[in-house]
């Protein structure tokens, strides 16, 4: 702004647009600026924790740092307990939390926007933020649906028609904001209207596509959605603990209440916590299958054959190791191990997303993002760490755990047209003959199954009483499959 000034100085003798572009530069800067002091100047826009009358009478006679450690411990276990509950209650309702968290915490970092700049009044801020994650998550949960609700999907003449048309419904859905903003751009206030557009774009990036990466993991069976929020719980828990009666040394200006003991005490304690948690819940099916959707119930199913990851197996463990501990072999699921690597993703690189949180809150004067939860802040202060582990295992299953899944190819095959689906199976066989994995006999009933399917959908053998002759030519064609 002061350069700004100067230069309208040495230049009083510029075109008159010049001076006007300048003048409303100057302007905007000016409202810019003014606000990043207000906002420096003023107090925190949220107050404090509002700690229940019942304990603060309860702990009237301890100290604040008790009183705190006391008040943060029952409500730990508070919510402990409802994580609990929410899990017992299937992947359904975990889904709905998943969602009612996102827009919690969306509400919260768009709310902390408004009141920074609430003075400007900036027309249609809320009603466009809203709007935004309305579409994100369409396009999102869209996805999803067409993925892991295939049948259902295809079942449904609407459905089908919202899946084969969803990308440009997004596109289309989002033009539309975006033309909303455009129209809504006012004089003087160019520049903080576009600072609004882009927290509100980050703020969706942040909380909506990690919200969906947690669905995802989820889907791919509920140990993956478990064990690694309950690592990053653990970890917050152990390191203040370790931290409350150990720490002495600082271990980021960020968070000044945080401690190297802390911080490698919370590590050390959340692996094994990882791995005692991993073997406990690798011996039941509820939680190591995938969830899917049952078309004939109408329901989620979580039952399966457990795969080999969540198989006892003996390890022999190294030299070194067995000096100390005196033992040759161990028996343990091999998700531990997949589990050692999550438990130190959630201890030493999950708390930078609370450092992150942290200097966001700095940044505006903040002490939280809200106070939704007594010693605890807002949701998003529970969620910051969160966010960040759901897309590490994401990635972690992509690139670690996840092959090919067969039932997806069938379900796209049986979309292909009948001459597609017919070049497929005979490449197929093709190559599984070349590998020596179809017999004679096998080769001769296939070639049986080709001619057969090679009859035209207007062949009096498909036509006759048929009005669906194509349909049945891919009925034959999937017999002749299953036959293999």
């Known amino acids: 702004m002061t350069e700004l000034r100067q230069r309208t100085a040495r230049e009083p003798d510029g075109p008159p ?4 572009s300048e003048s409303e530069a100057k302007v905007d800067g000016e409202t810019a600026s003014d606000s990043e002091s207000r906002a420096e100047a003023s107090p925190p826009l949220i107050p404090a924790d509002d700690t229940p009358e019942v304990l603060n009478r309860a702990f009237s006679s301890l100290s604040s740092r008790w009183k705190n450690w006391w008040v943060r411990g029952i409500l730990t276990l508070a919510m402990i307990a409802f994580f609990f509950v929410i899990i017992y209650l299937g992947p359904l309702v975990l889904m709905i939390i998943v969602m009612c968290v ?19 009044d900036l027309p249609w801020f809320r009603t466009l933020s809203w709007y935004f994650l309305l579409c994100v998550n369409y396009f999102f949960y869209g996805e999803t649906v067409t993925d892991y609700f295939f049948t259902l999907v295809q079942r449904e003449e609407p459905l089908r028609i919202l899946s084969k048309y969803h990308r440009f419904i997004s596109f289309t859905l989002y033009l539309t904001g975006f033309c909303m903003f ?7 206030h160019y520049r903080l209207q576009f600072y609004m557009f882009g927290w509100t774009h980050v703020t969706l990036l942040i909380v909506v596509t990690q919200s969906h990466l947690v669905i995802h993991n989820l889907f791919e069976g509920m140990i993956w959605f478990i064990v690694p929020i309950s690592c990053v719980i653990c970890n917050d828990i152990m390191a203040y603990m370790f931290g409350f009666f150990f720490g002495r040394t600082p271990l980021i200006k960020l968070s000044p209440k945080k401690t190297w003991e802390g911080f490698i005490g919370g590590f050390f304690a959340t692996v094994v916590f990882g791995l005692l948690l991993s073997y406990v819940m690798s011996g039941y099916r509820c939680f190591v299958c995938p969830v899917e959707y049952n078309n004939d119930t109408n329901s989620f199913t979580v039952d399966c054959e457990p795969s080999d990851l969540f198989r006892l197996q003996e390890y022999v463990i190294p030299g070194v190791i067995q000096s100390i501990i005196g033992w040759k072999i161990v028996r343990m699921y091999p998700f531990q191990i997949h589990s050692i690597a999550l438990s130190t993703f959630a201890s030493l690189i999950g708390p930078f997303g609370g450092f992150f949180a942290s200097g966001f809150k700095r940044a505006f004067k903040i002490k939280d993002f809200a106070n ?23 990635v972690y299953i992509a690139s670690f755990i996840r092959g090919p899944n067969p039932s997806k190819l069938i379900q796209q095959f049986l979309t292909l047209r ?9 490449t197929l066989k093709s190559h599984l ?31 006759s009483g048929n009005p669906n002759p194509a349909r049945d030519l891919t009925i034959i064609k999937i017999k002749c499959i299953l036959f293999i």
């Not at 009948?418 to 005979?426: E, G, M, T, V, Y």
């Open 102 to 120: 996102q827009i919690k915490c969306f509400h919260e970092i768009i709310t902390i926007g408004y009141n920074v700049y609430h003075s400007y």
């Open 17 to 20: 647009e010049d001076k006007e």
């Open 418 to 426: 009948p001459d597609q689906q017919l070049h497929i199976f005979n």
């Open 182 to 188: 455009v129209l809504s751009l006012v004089k003087k």
């Open 433 to 463: 003959t070349d590998k020596g994995m179809l017999t004679a006999a096998a080769e001769d009933d296939d070639f049986k199954c080709t001619m057969t399917s090679s009859l035209k959908p207007q062949s009096p053998a498909l036509n």
């Open 372 to 394: 939704t939860i007594p010693g605890h802040g807002g949701i998003m202060d529970r969620f910051d760490c969160q966010y960040l582990m759901a897309t590490f295992v994401n």
